[in-house]
DNA sequence: TTATTTTTATGCGTGAAATCACAGTTTATG
DNA sequence: CATAAACTGTGATTTCACGCATAAAAATAA
């Protein structure tokens, strides 16, 4: 998993990299104190994926939990149909591959790069050492876990209350929420994906998306600028659409 | 919580419970000594609910970690159009409210019994004491909560790409493994929810219910044996409307 | 058992989203 | 900066689930 080229920025980065960024970046690791961190640094591999890149496949074994240092990643399943759905999108900070490090069992998405994106990898034997050391990892991510469940509980209540607007405006919220910047006239967001990936994010039809946006813009609730931008200029009048 | 009648029930049954019953039903005290076990059981106090009556209501702050000890409870939330979005089926062995035992917020749904139900309640601060004597017990649930994840994020799959079929196909295959026993034809499933039910779980017109598991029918794939169970006679058959 | 209530099956019309097709726009690339 | 490639918007058409209505069946109570 790491080749040549990833262990040469492991060398150059890591100073760095292991006091200021990924075990401070990352909330499972908040708790820790300074020789903590440092232990836990030393455990760490450093790999770089280009946009398009996949960093694990669907039904691969992995054994390793990933940390997103910079850069983001989509999790999706392919259906049937041979579309893709998407379940998460894991920024800098979130981590994914958690599950292999209790049992032993294949990822159930593949996980690929949005977007230059560095990681750092902990293998699951270090792990193991480190959660036995240190509990209250497992607290941590615990708390990470829920914080899914409640985004996969609500997602599901909403794509199953049928309403298509509403998921429309959900995953606009979620985005703003994430990625949103202020702005005069309201929130600009930087959208992780493009029509067809938000229309794969929640079920949906491309063409869905983009007629409810379009809604969306007429209504004065948004602005697209360009096909990667959203200027969200009334955000309550949105939120109404969810109830 | 607990009320009068609870306690009388708790004293008359808490020998047998302690040792038999709770805390080696469940897999997150798996790993406990007797000792342990024991330790675990002077914590647990129990209740019992009569089909139909609520455990927890939308919205309400815990203190407990709830598991169940007989019977079975569906959780649900409410939406806007005032139907209900069931989430969770939660049998024997189950547990819920283990997100209040870190942060503390609200139930994000209800708790209702489908059936006369025992529960065990383990009070949040008791909990937080025990998990710091024995850490195994977070990275039980930790597994728990990562085979949720794993739920949730196959159902997101189904809803996401539209084929009716497969989520009917998917929620009686999730029957089957819960809730099938060896028939000489096939797999005998007793359902824990009517039509309605099964529709308010799969985001469906309980029509479409109906309708979808009447074709099945016709197909020789189920057979409906009055509206409380069905027979499975080709799962095999079943399974490919997944792919 | 019979009566009552609840649950289920099914035909049918409507409407909303999927799909197809294509033009127009934006973004990436050399 | 120009050209290619990828992405987006919108009309026309089709499909299929919803929701109403009603009859039948099953579960529950008397």
Redesign the interface.
């Known amino acids: 998993m790491v080749n040549t080229t990833a262990k040469i920025n492991t060398i150059s980065n890591c100073k760095k990299c292991n006091h200021k960024l990924c075990t401070q970046k990352v909330s499972i690791f908040s708790s820790l104190n300074m020789e903590q961190l440092a232990k836990v640094g030393d455990l760490i591999n450093h790999r770089r994926y280009k946009k398009g890149e996949l960093l694990v496949m669907e039904g691969e074994k992995t054994e390793s939990l990933v940390i997103i240092n910079e850069g983001q990643v989509k999790a999706y399943?392919t259906?049937?149909?041979g579309?893709e759905?998407i379940?998460y999108i894991f920024s800098e900070g979130d981590f994914f591959g958690?599950?292999n490090l209790?049992?032993d069992y294949a990822s159930?998405?593949n996980v690929e790069a949005l977007e230059e994106t560095h990681v750092c990898i902990i293998h699951k034997r270090d792990f193991q050492i480190l959660?036995?050391s240190i509990?209250d990892i497992?607290?941590k991510?615990?708390?990470e876990?829920?914080m899914?469940?409640?985004r996969?509980?609500?997602?599901?209540?909403t794509?199953?209350?049928?309403?298509v607007e509403?998921r429309v405006s959900l995953v606009l919220l979620e985005f703003a929420d994430k990625y949103g910047k202020p702005h005069p006239r309201g929130t600009l967001i930087e959208l992780p994906l493009s029509r067809e990936g938000i229309a794969?994010y929640?079920?949906l039809a491309r063409e869905t998306v983009s007629r409810k946006m379009s809604i969306l813009q007429e209504e004065g609730i948004l602005e697209m600028i360009g096909n990667k931008k959203v200027l969200l200029l009334n955000r309550s009048e949105l939120e109404k659409t969810?109830?």
Not at 152 to 157: D, H, Q, S, V
Request: proline fraction near 5%; charge should be positive.
């Open positions: 399943k259906t049937l149909d579309k759905q379940i958690e599950r209790l049992r159930p998405y959660i036995k509990p497992a607290v991510i615990m708390e876990l829920c899914r469940l409640d996969l509980e609500n997602t599901i209540e794509m199953g209350s049928r309403t509403a794969n929640i079920g969810l109830k």
